[in-house]
């Protein structure tokens, strides 16, 4: 508990202290470090948490309306058992099935009219004749998709027998799954790709705005090591990253382009006007 109420009052410091830097930088630069690392976590939790809420409900819909819609493609009556790769159906040929669900116009340009068609004499070319995703012919399970078509020997496919009783069973099998399996699939991208993201594309920002601050030092007459500008530029990228993860939650883009960089230059800045007030303030315990 003390470390995390030390976090939240070094994080509120270093967003309105510009003074309160000249205590930070008589700490050992891993103290920078130890601090940046629970930042960016605790923004990459929050951020994927309101990821979470607001498109885990859109994507359950969805989801579970394709698994109804699916289900309804079946017909009602239709057996297709396969033996050895030789498959049967209780339907005249070809036997089409049209994709399920309703779509805009922007969907239909992109999808196929047609989920899948049972033709034994059918022909890779006959994809596009019958505008279907899926061609089931003598020998092979035709896929359509870019470039050249996926096939796949139905000499592959263990012996079954499917009827609408089995593939209800089945899609509701899918759904119990899905209950656990969609928040994981939407949580450990999103979590992942975040800490990817600070931990190298903001890493390598930090060490550019260190560069800045190290930089405006000179010109200012407020000369600091570069590590010292490293660090004030770390821990003034905090009103920034707070801001950058606030804005994410509610999808809100601002408008100016390049707002991060001018406000942790900004805070950068203030901070080394206050270390020029005091420069013998500064007794980093670093090794030169």
């Known amino acids: ?13 270093s967003v309105v202290s510009p003074k309160y830097y000249n205590e930070i930088l008589k ?40 698994l109804s819609e699916a289900e309804k493609a079946y017909p009602n009556d239709m057996v297709f058992t396969i033996k050895a790769g030789v498959w049967e159906v ?11 669900g309703k779509y805009d116009e922007a969907d239909k340009e992109n999808l196929p009219t047609n989920l899948a068609v049972f033709d034994k004499a059918g ?7 019958y505008n279907t995703a899926i061609l089931v012919n003598e020998k092979n399970l035709l896929v359509k ?6 096939v796949y020997p139905l000499k592959d496919i263990p012996d079954t027998t ?10 509701g099998d899918v759904r119990k799954v899905s209950g656990w399996a969609l928040p994981l699939i939407l949580i450990i991208p999103v979590f992942a790709g975040l800490m ?4 190298i594309f903001r890493g390598l920002y930090l060490v550019v705005i260190g560069g800045l601050l190290f930089l405006l030092g000179k010109a200012l007459k407020t ?8 660090r004030i530029g770390l821990h003034a990228m905090t009103l920034p990253v707070l801001i950058d993860t606030l804005t994410s939650l509610v999808s809100l883009q601002l408008p100016i382009t390049y707002w991060f960089l001018a406000l942790n230059l900004v805070m950068g800045v203030l901070v080394l006007r206050e270390i020029g007030k005091n420069p013998g303030e500064v007794v980093t315990r670093e090794k030169p």
């Open 196 to 199: 990817v993201y600070y931990a």
């Open 27 to 66: 700490t050992p630069f891993e103290f920078s470090l130890k601090y940046y690392a629970v930042l960016v976590l605790i923004a990459a939790i929050i951020t994927t948490a309101g990821t979470y809420f607001i498109e885990a409900p859109k994507i359950k819909d969805t989801f579970q309306n394709a």
């Open 162 to 171: 499917l009827d609408k009783g089995k593939v209800a069973g089945a899609i």
């Open 1 to 13: 508990m003390k470390k995390i109420k030390a976090f939240f009052y070094i994080a509120y410091k």
């Open 223 to 230: 000369a600091v090591p570069y590590r010292n500008a490293f």
């Open 123 to 129: 022909t890779v070319e006959d994809l596009e004749k």
């Open 145 to 150: 998709k870019a470039g050249e078509p996926g």
């Open 90 to 100: 209780n339907k005249p040929q070809p036997l089409i099935i049209p994709f399920p």
